[in-house]
């Protein structure tokens, strides 16, 4: 079975661009969650989707957005680019099933490592 | 709110020493609670996991955690460290309240560093 495959891997981009990440979960998983890890703030939650719904939101500004296509794979998108922005940007997918609190195994991608310039 | 402390951001054992990485959580509703490793240039994955089953749980690699809500801890041991353990290890407890969403609140993260 396949794992969550992130693209591209490694990527540089200058202040004030933008940039989009990809993630294909594992064949079956239904929910897609992002997080951005950097040296000082560590692993922190971005969002989280569910059928192409965003079900959860972490504390970052606006320039940071995602979505969920019918076949579960995501996108997460970052505009106008600072320079805080450079992190590893991991994504996870899981079986996730409504109606009960997460209990279950996330899969993380090996991630995007972002440089902004 | 739900949070995580891992006590020692570096540790480093002797190989066949004891491996121990402490976390602590704080959390609003019974937790669940999850340590996750992750080498270079990887992502993360599941050591284990507690979901309010047994307190003492057992993970991949000979990884063991003990939870343990009077102290509000969940430590994680190995009896005899190996070369192959040297990452880093994040404590995690899950983070929403909203039926069956997904987000994890993580700790800092522990490296930990096995010498010959």
């Known amino acids: 079975k396949a794992g969550v495959t992130q693209t591209p891997r490694y990527l540089i981009k200058t202040r004030g661009q933008q940039v989009t990440l990809s993630c294909s979960p594992i064949s079956g998983h239904r929910s897609v969650s992002w997080y951005q890890q950097t040296p000082g703030q560590g692993l922190q939650f971005l969002f989280e989707y569910f059928s192409e719904t965003q079900r959860n939101k972490g504390n970052f500004p606006g320039r940071f957005s995602g979505r969920q296509f019918s076949n579960s794979r995501s996108e997460m998108n970052v505009s106008t680019l600072e320079l805080g922005d450079s992190a590893l940007y991991l994504c996870?997918?899981?079986?996730?099933?409504?109606?009960?609190?997460?209990?279950?195994?996330?899969?993380f991608g090996e991630g995007s490592r972002l440089t902004v310039l | 709110a739900q949070s995580v402390t891992q006590l020692g951001s570096h540790v480093s054992v002797s190989e066949g020493a004891l491996v121990l990485l402490r976390c602590n959580y704080s959390s609003s509703v019974p937790p669940y609670l999850f340590w996750y490793v992750q080498y270079p240039n990887q992502g993360l994955q599941l050591l284990l996991k507690y979901t309010s089953a047994a307190t003492l749980v057992k993970g991949i690699n000979g990884f063991e955690a003990e939870f343990k809500k009077s102290e509000t801890s969940f430590h994680l041991t190995k009896p005899s460290a190996h070369m192959s353990d040297a990452a880093e290890y994040f404590c995690?407890?899950?983070?929403?309240?909203?039926?069956?969403?997904?987000?994890?609140?993580f700790g800092q993260g522990t490296r930990l560093t096995i010498n010959p």
């Open positions: 995690a407890v899950s983070g929403s309240l909203i039926q069956g969403a997904q987000k994890l609140v």
């Open positions: 996870a997918s899981s079986l996730a099933k409504t109606g009960s609190r997460v209990g279950g195994e996330l899969f």
